[in-house]
């Protein structure tokens, strides 16, 4: 079956029963806050959008997709939204979005991203013939702006109020045009959120359509509990109507979005079926390359109960696995590679544990981080009971309660580390 733009189910209402889309979960992180988002729920009940179940690796994803495709054989899209931005997890996008292209050479792509480090990858996205991106434009006023976003990451850098408003609308403004430039199919969405910009949509309106934009989505916002907005009334289904009919005269409307989660599969509006999410829970248990055989999961620890080492300051790794009986046993013992050397200790340490699927530590810098991810070995940093880390990893448990606040932070600011031990 040749797949056109008419079959995309969010774009063309005649699709939307017949055609079905994919989100792979596979962008944890934002570079933003918006004032109505909470990305830390996640319940099967619960469909809201940036939601999701298990987030995986793009290897991960690809075996979830195949597997999808067999339960589903009607997918004709698929997208990457989140759970946070697609480009403020840039690597893993790009690569999940070359692997799905090289796969599937028929398959419609599509992204949705608040817009902010969109642009230096927008050449590439057409080269990949990603034919479709949303990217979510509540204000173009940045006083209005001030008042959706808590903050704005740019460049390593934090902005807040008028600052970073600005910037985040400069920012979705240039790449809108960019997309045009190259043609891609633009859609924007502006969630109306009821007395902070539901007379400013308007307004974006009038401003995309004179950039380009093809689509307009006036989504009515979600109301979701431990937020700064949690206390906001959702818009009634009149004013909703009101602001897509006065904002029709800009722009085509888009009137079926189902704000689906960040991994929704199948036709738009169905719940996830068990079995699909079933073999969601069955991705996220692979090795980050699933192709890869890495039955033990390394440690560092002081004493061999806490994880409670940083990872420069590891003399020893100690290696578990699992038992035929479910129970997590240690394996081995491993030494690290002497300090010093830079780049060519993490690569040395990556080599000694390339049949781990995992590196459980108390700190880590960004170098030895990145080192082992590009060799499949996912450094996590956690502080707990090792065996209870343990059998989460292999057991697909949630381990957010274990986590530390970033799992990727700047050397010794948030660990036991000295702060000089990963450089
Ligand atoms: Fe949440 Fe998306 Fe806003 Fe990020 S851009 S804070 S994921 S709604
Ligand atoms: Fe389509 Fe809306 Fe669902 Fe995105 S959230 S896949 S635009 S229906």
Redesign the pocket.
């Given at each position: 079956m040749t797949l056109t733009l008419a079959n995309h189910p969010c774009f063309n209402d005649a699709s939307r029963h017949k055609f079905g889309r994919i989100h792979l979960p596979i962008a944890p992180k934002?570079?933003?806050?918006?004032n109505?988002?909470n990305?830390k729920f996640d319940c099967m009940n619960e469909n809201r959008?940036?939601v999701t179940s298990k987030i995986l690796s793009p290897g991960q994803a690809m075996h979830y997709l195949d597997q999808a495709m067999t339960l589903s054989p009607n997918i004709a899209v698929v997208g990457i939204a989140?759970?946070?931005?697609p480009f403020?997890n840039p690597d893993e996008t790009m690569e999940t979005l070359r692997l799905v292209r090289a796969k599937y050479p028929e398959m419609l792509l599509c992204v949705a991203?608040?817009g902010l480090d969109l642009y230096p990858y927008i050449d590439e996205l057409a080269e990949l013939q990603v034919s479709h991106v949303t990217i979510?434009i509540n204000a173009i006023d940045p006083v209005i702006g001030s008042e959706i976003y808590a903050w704005v990451r740019y460049n390593k850098k934090m902005y807040r109020d008028l600052d970073a408003a600005k910037l985040l609308i400069d920012k979705q403004l240039e790449a809108l045009k960019r997309l045009k430039e190259v043609g891609v199919t633009a859609k924007v969405n502006s969630i109306i959120i009821p007395g902070i910009n539901d007379t400013h949509v308007i307004e974006v309106a009038r401003k995309v359509a004179e950039l380009g934009a093809d689509i307009l989505n006036c989504m009515p916002y979600y109301s979701t509990t431990e937020t700064v907005f949690e206390n906001i009334a959702e818009p009634s289904l009149e004013i909703v109507n009101e602001i897509q009919s006065a904002t029709s005269q800009y722009l085509p409307q888009m009137k079926h979005c189902a704000r689906c989660r960040a991994d929704a599969v199948g036709i738009i509006g169905e719940i996830n079926s068990e079995e699909i999410m079933q073999k969601l829970a069955e991705a996220a248990l692979l090795p980050t390359n699933p192709s890869e055989s890495r039955p033990y999961i390394a440690v560092s620890s002081i004493e061999g109960v806490l994880i409670n080492q940083h990872l420069g300051e590891a003399e020893r790794f100690l290696i578990y696995s699992m038992n035929d009986t479910g129970e997590c046993i240690l394996v081995d013992s491993r030494t690290a590679p002497p300090a010093g050397g830079g780049q060519q200790r993490w690569e040395a340490l990556a080599d000694s544990l390339n049949d781990c699927r995992a590196l459980l530590v108390n700190g880590a810098g960004d170098s030895p981080t990145k080192v082992m991810k590009a060799k499949g070995i996912e450094v996590m940093v956690l502080e707990g009971v090792i065996e209870e880390a343990v059998y989460g990893i292999f057991n697909g448990q949630d381990l957010k309660h274990l986590m530390k606040s970033s799992q990727i932070h700047a050397c010794g600011s948030s660990c036991s580390g000295t702060g000089g031990g990963c450089g």
């Open positions: 934002c570079n933003i806050q918006c109505y988002c990305r959008p940036g989140g759970p946070g931005d403020a991203t608040n979510t």
